[in-house]
C-alpha cells in the first residue's frame, strides 16, 4: 500500500498537488465508464443508447446517498489523523463503511423491484427501449454495493493522505472495464452478444474487482485504520456526524441531478443536435470543473488534518493557494473554451450544425469557468472546515434557478437555445462570487474557523 501523506508537515504546495494529481486521476477514470460504456453501446444502435442512457440517471441519483459516507469518511477521517487520534479515525471509517452498506442495500432492493415503474417515469415510447432500460437497471441494481463501497474507500483512503492507491484501483477497474465492453456487449470470440446487459455486467465486475482489492489492501495488510470490526458496538453518534456534515451535499447532489434531467428535458425541444452538443460539451467542459474537482478534494483532506492538529497559519496558506489556483486554472479553461471553442468541438462531431450549435455552449460556458473553479474549490475548503451548509445551500437555490432563467431566457424572441447556455453559466458566475465573498469576509474576522476552546488557534 502507498504511504500515506502527512499535510500537517512540509511544503504546502507539494503536498497539495502529490495529493491532488491521484484524485483528479481518479475522477476522470470514475467519468470513463459512462464514456467508455455509451461507445461500445452507440455500436449496437440508437435504442440501446437510449435505454443505457434514461436507467442511468439513477446510479448518479445514488451519488446523493453515497455522498452522506463519503465525504463524512474523507473530513473526519482527515481531521482525526491530524489530532492523531487513531481510535476516533477508526470509529468513523468503522461508521462510513457500515452506514453506507446500509444505503447501498436499500437502494439495491428498490432498483431491482421497481426498476418498470423507474423507467416508465420517462414515458418512452419504444417497449424495446423500456425492457432494455429495466433490465440493465436490475442488474446494476444487483450490484450496486460495488457502487457505493469504491467511492467511500477512496474518501477514505483520500482522507489519510493516501490519494495515489485510490488512483492505482481505479485504473484497474477501467482497464477491465474497456476490455470487456466489446466482449460482453458486441460479442467477440466465445463470447455472446449480450448488447445493454452485457454494459451493465462489464461495469458491475470491474466495480466488484475494485472493491475487493480495496478490501484486501485494508484488511489483509493489517493497516491501523482498518483495525474495526463491522456492525459490532454500534455507536449511532458518529452516524449522526457524518448525516449531519454529508446530508446538505446529498439533496444538493440529488437537487443538482432532478435540475440536470429538467434542463434536459428543455434542451430537447431543439432536437438531437441540440441534445448532441450539450452532451459532448459537457464532456470538453469536464475536464476544467474534474480538475477543479480533484484540487477540491486534496484541499478537504488538507484542511481536514491541519485543523485536527490546530495548524492554523497552514490552514491559511493552504486556502490561499487553493484560490490561486482555481482562479489561475478557471482562467486558462475559459481562455481556451472560448478562443479555440469551435475548433476543440469540431473534433467530437464535424457536422456544422452541430459545431455551430456546441462552440456557442462551449463559449457561453467558458466565461463562467473561473467563477465555477471557485465555487468548487472553496466548497472544498468549506467542507474540510466541516461547514457544508453554506456551500449546499448557495449551489441548490441558484441551480435551482436556472429552471426559470432557462425558461425565459430561451424564447425565440430573446435568446433562443443559447439562452439555456446562459442561464447556467450567469448562476455559476454568482454562486463562485457569492461563495468568495462568504469565505473572505470569514477570513478576514478570523471567524472561518474556531474551536470552543479559547487556547486553540482561530483562523
Given at each position: 500500500?502507498?504511504?500515506?501523506?502527512?499535510?500537517?508537515?512540509?511544503?504546502?504546495?507539494k503536498?497539495?498537488?502529490k495529493l491532488?494529481?491521484?484524485?483528479?486521476g481518479?475522477?476522470?477514470?470514475?467519468?470513463g465508464?459512462?464514456?467508455?460504456d455509451?461507445?461500445?453501446?452507440?455500436?449496437?444502435?440508437?435504442?440501446?443508447?437510449a435505454?443505457?442512457?434514461?436507467?442511468?440517471f439513477?446510479?448518479?441519483?445514488?451519488?446523493?446517498?453515497?455522498i452522506?459516507a463519503?465525504?463524512g469518511?474523507?473530513?473526519?477521517?482527515a481531521?482525526?489523523?491530524?489530532?492523531?487520534?487513531?481510535?476516533?479515525a477508526?470509529?468513523?471509517?468503522?461508521s462510513?463503511i457500515?452506514?453506507n452498506?446500509?444505503?447501498?442495500?436499500?437502494?439495491?432492493i428498490?432498483?431491482?423491484?421497481?426498476s418498470?415503474y423507474?423507467?416508465?417515469?420517462?414515458?418512452?415510447?419504444?417497449?424495446?427501449?423500456?425492457?432494455?432500460?429495466?433490465?440493465?437497471?436490475?442488474?446494476?441494481?444487483?450490484?450496486?454495493?460495488?457502487t457505493f463501497m469504491n467511492?467511500v474507500?477512496?474518501?477514505?483512503f483520500?482522507g489519510?493522505?493516501?490519494?495515489?492507491t485510490?488512483?492505482?484501483?481505479?485504473?484497474?477497474?477501467?482497464?477491465l472495464?474497456?476490455?470487456l465492453?466489446p466482449?460482453?456487449?458486441?460479442g467477440i470470440g466465445?463470447f455472446?452478444?449480450?448488447?445493454?446487459?452485457?454494459?451493465a455486467?462489464?461495469?458491475?465486475?470491474?466495480q466488484?474487482?475494485?472493491?475487493?482489492?480495496?478490501?484486501?489492501?485494508?484488511?489483509?495488510?493489517?493497516?491501523?485504520?482498518?483495525?474495526?470490526?463491522?456492525?459490532?458496538?454500534i455507536?449511532?453518534?458518529?452516524?449522526?456526524?457524518?448525516?449531519k456534515l454529508g446530508?446538505?451535499l446529498?439533496?444538493?447532489?440529488?437537487?443538482?441531478?432532478?435540475?440536470?434531467?429538467?434542463?434536459?428535458?428543455?434542451?430537447?425541444l431543439?432536437?438531437p443536435?441540440a441534445?448532441?452538443a450539450?452532451?459532448?460539451?459537457?464532456?470538453?467542459?469536464s475536464?476544467s470543473f474534474?480538475?477543479?474537482?480533484g484540487?477540491a478534494?486534496?484541499?478537504?483532506s488538507?484542511?481536514?488534518?491541519?485543523i485536527?492538529?490546530k495548524?492554523?497559519?497552514?490552514v491559511?496558506?493552504?486556502?490561499?493557494?487553493?484560490?490561486?489556483?482555481?482562479a489561475?486554472?478557471?482562467?486558462?479553461?475559459?481562455?481556451?473554451?472560448?478562443?479555440?471553442?469551435?475548433?476543440?468541438?469540431?473534433?467530437?462531431?464535424?457536422?456544422?450544425?452541430?459545431?455551430a450549435?456546441g462552440?456557442?455552449y462551449?463559449i457561453?460556458?467558458?466565461?463562467?469557468?473561473?467563477?465555477n473553479?471557485?465555487?468548487?474549490?472553496?466548497?472544498?475548503?468549506?467542507?474540510?472546515?466541516?461547514?457544508?451548509?453554506?456551500?449546499s445551500?448557495?449551489?441548490?437555490?441558484?441551480?435551482?434557478?436556472r429552471?426559470?432563467t432557462?425558461?425565459?431566457?430561451?424564447?425565440?424572441?430573446?435568446?433562443?437555445?443559447n439562452g439555456?447556455?446562459?442561464?447556467?453559466?450567469?448562476?455559476?458566475?454568482?454562486?463562485?462570487?457569492?461563495?468568495?465573498?462568504?469565505v473572505?469576509i470569514?477570513?478576514?474576522?478570523?471567524?472561518?474557523?474556531?474551536?470552543n476552546n479559547?487556547?486553540?488557534?482561530?483562523?
Amino acid at each position: 500500500m502507498s504511504k500515506n501523506i502527512d499535510l500537517t508537515t512540509g511544503s504546502i504546495s507539494k503536498k497539495l498537488f502529490k495529493l491532488s494529481l491521484p484524485i483528479m486521476g481518479t475522477s476522470f477514470m470514475q467519468c470513463g465508464y459512462n464514456m467508455v460504456d455509451m461507445f461500445w453501446v452507440g455500436k449496437t444502435g440508437a435504442n440501446a443508447v437510449a435505454a443505457v442512457g434514461t436507467a442511468g440517471f439513477y446510479p448518479w441519483l445514488a451519488v446523493a446517498l453515497i455522498i452522506i459516507a463519503r465525504i463524512g469518511g474523507e473530513v473526519k477521517v482527515a481531521q482525526s489523523i491530524g489530532e492523531k487520534n487513531d481510535s476516533r479515525a477508526r470509529k468513523y471509517i468503522k461508521s462510513a463503511i457500515e452506514l453506507n452498506i446500509i444505503h447501498a442495500i436499500v437502494y439495491s432492493i428498490l432498483l431491482i423491484v421497481f426498476s418498470d415503474y423507474l423507467i416508465g417515469f420517462f414515458r418512452l415510447e419504444s417497449y424495446q427501449v423500456n425492457q432494455m432500460g429495466s433490465i440493465y437497471l436490475k442488474i446494476i441494481g444487483a450490484g450496486m454495493i460495488f457502487t457505493f463501497m469504491n467511492p467511500v474507500f477512496t474518501a477514505i483512503f483520500n482522507g489519510m493522505g493516501n490519494s495515489s492507491t485510490p488512483f492505482k484501483i481505479n485504473a484497474i477497474c477501467l482497464l477491465l472495464n474497456i476490455v470487456l465492453d466489446p466482449l460482453l456487449i458486441l460479442g467477440i470470440g466465445i463470447f455472446p452478444q449480450l448488447g445493454v446487459s452485457g454494459a451493465a455486467l462489464a461495469t458491475v465486475f470491474a466495480q466488484m474487482i475494485g472493491t475487493i482489492i480495496f478490501v484486501y489492501l485494508a484488511y489483509k495488510e493489517k493497516n491501523r485504520y482498518f483495525k474495526i470490526n463491522l456492525y459490532k458496538k454500534i455507536d449511532t453518534k458518529y452516524y449522526r456526524e457524518l448525516y449531519k456534515l454529508g446530508f446538505p451535499l446529498a439533496i444538493q447532489s440529488a437537487m443538482f441531478t432532478l435540475i440536470s434531467m429538467t434542463l434536459g428535458v428543455i434542451v430537447a425541444l431543439w432536437g438531437p443536435v441540440a441534445i448532441a452538443a450539450q452532451k459532448v460539451g459537457t464532456q470538453i467542459e469536464s475536464i476544467s470543473f474534474m480538475t477543479a474537482d480533484g484540487m477540491a478534494s486534496a484541499m478537504s483532506s488538507f484542511v481536514g488534518q491541519n485543523i485536527g492538529a490546530k495548524q492554523g497559519e497552514r490552514v491559511k496558506k493552504g486556502i490561499r493557494l487553493g484560490i490561486y489556483f482555481a482562479a489561475a486554472w478557471g482562467i486558462l479553461s475559459g481562455f481556451f473554451m472560448i478562443i479555440f471553442g469551435k475548433e476543440i468541438f469540431a473534433v467530437f462531431i464535424n457536422e456544422k450544425t452541430a459545431i455551430a450549435v456546441g462552440s456557442a455552449y462551449l463559449i457561453i460556458l467558458g466565461y463562467s469557468q473561473p467563477f465555477n473553479c471557485i465555487e468548487i474549490i472553496l466548497s472544498g475548503i468549506l467542507k474540510g472546515l466541516g461547514r457544508t451548509i453554506l456551500p449546499s445551500f448557495v449551489s441548490i437555490f441558484f441551480n435551482a434557478l436556472r429552471i426559470p432563467t432557462a425558461i425565459l431566457l430561451s424564447k425565440n424572441e430573446i435568446m433562443g437555445l443559447n439562452g439555456v447556455w446562459w442561464a447556467i453559466s450567469i448562476s455559476s458566475i454568482i454562486k463562485g462570487a457569492i461563495l468568495f465573498i462568504a469565505v473572505l469576509i470569514r477570513y478576514k474576522n478570523k471567524s472561518l474557523y474556531s474551536r470552543n476552546n479559547a487556547n486553540e488557534i482561530i483562523c
